[in-house]
């Protein structure tokens, strides 16, 4: 029998901690062979309610799960775990401008990051979902010298399932239907989601999606709006953001990550540049990248066109910003 994974989820107490922890039990990110010891980790005052967490996940009475352990205690969740989602993050308050939110956030990542320095195991896998994602990753990695740089990430999944979806949705052709679509940059309204590398099966056959669409007005207008402001229109609707499709993004994540991407396809997820794509080194920028044993690789020679380039600049821009503020943040 397998030896049990160690897996931690902050923000547990959440809404996506609500929708991610049934999904992982079950064995969908791991696999249904995999028995599984979750370590449950969020604040203080959401404690009662992380215990009723835990409660729920025992009475589920899932085979795959050994323990739960639900602790405030970032040494106590981060021990000697295999992965980590890092979804627990300071939302947004009335009044609050974005720079304070991402000074508070930043300070958390630097905390759970010198926490996952002294008690993780250094081959941790770390998806960061709470905002602003790809900087908060940056952070942490950076207080967590000793865990290899390509061991962090940030999630742009969710982006990429909202624009499979649009696709498919257009052409009217199931969501398997569709592939290859890219989101460059940051988890934020100045991402660049980019169907230019992606096909869709049509009659039968797999063509690319600017032929299968063909309304370039469409492709560069509407379609990226959607996308990029899809959580907005989530949470005007339900007066609550998006949490099941979220929590599924974060499953895909992992699961791929773990798994390996399929031969010839690839999945977008935010890494440390290599300043691939001439986008500056070192800042977290959401990429296509192949996975194979645990390894991301950026896929190469993809053709950027003019207006691919400025997109992709401005998101880039937006991130060496953001970086900035939250050096800034932590000194
Ligand atoms: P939520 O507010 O329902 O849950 C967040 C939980 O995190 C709360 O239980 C809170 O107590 C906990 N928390 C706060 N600070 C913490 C800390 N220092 N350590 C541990 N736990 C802490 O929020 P929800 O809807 O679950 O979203 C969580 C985060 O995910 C937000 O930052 C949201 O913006 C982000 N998000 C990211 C997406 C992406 O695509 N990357 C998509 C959707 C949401």
Request: with cysteine; proline share 5%; aromatic share 6%.
């Amino acid at each position: 029998a397998k030896e049990p994974l160690r897996v931690c989820v902050t923000g547990a107490a959440g809404q996506i901690g609500y929708s991610l922890l049934f999904q992982l039990a079950e064995g969908n990110v791991f696999g249904r062979d995999q028995p599984l010891i979750l370590q449950l980790l969020d604040i203080t005052p959401c404690l009662p309610a992380l215990n009723g967490v835990v409660m729920e996940l025992q009475d589920c009475a899932l085979p795959l799960i050994r323990d739960v352990i639900g602790t405030a205690d970032p040494l106590v969740a981060f021990k000697d775990i295999d992965a980590a989602f890092l979804v627990g993050a300071m939302p947004r308050r009335e009044g609050m401008e974005r720079k304070d939110l991402l000074a508070a956030n930043v300070k958390i990542f630097k905390e759970q990051g010198d926490a996952l320095d002294k008690v993780a195991k250094k081959t941790v896998k770390v998806l960061v979902v709470g905002n602003p994602a790809n900087t908060n990753a940056l952070i942490c990695s950076k207080y967590a010298p000793s865990i290899p740089k390509e061991n962090f990430s940030a999630m742009t999944r969710l982006d990429q399932n909202r624009a499979q979806a649009q696709v498919a949705a257009k052409l009217g052709v199931p969501n398997g239907s569709v592939r290859g679509c890219i989101i460059w940059g940051n988890h934020s309204s100045t991402q660049f989601p980019d169907v230019s590398h992606a096909e869709a099966e049509v009659d039968g056959r797999w063509v690319p999606v600017p032929e299968a669409v063909n309304d370039q007005q469409f492709l560069r207008g509407e379609f990226i709006t959607t996308v990029q402001k899809r959580g907005a229109a989530i949470i005007a609707a339900r007066k609550l953001s998006s949490a099941m499709s979220a929590a599924k993004a974060a499953c895909d994540h992992m699961h791929d990550w773990f798994a390996g991407t399929p031969a010839g396809r690839f999945v977008s997820m935010a890494v440390f540049s290599d300043g691939s794509y001439k986008t500056p080194e070192g800042i977290m920028y959401s990429f296509p990248v192949t996975i194979e044993n645990g390894q991301w690789k950026i896929v190469q020679g993809l053709a950027i066109d003019d207006f691919a380039r400025e997109k992709m600049d401005a998101t880039a821009k937006e991130l060496c910003e953001e970086r900035e503020e939250a050096i800034a943040a932590c000194a």
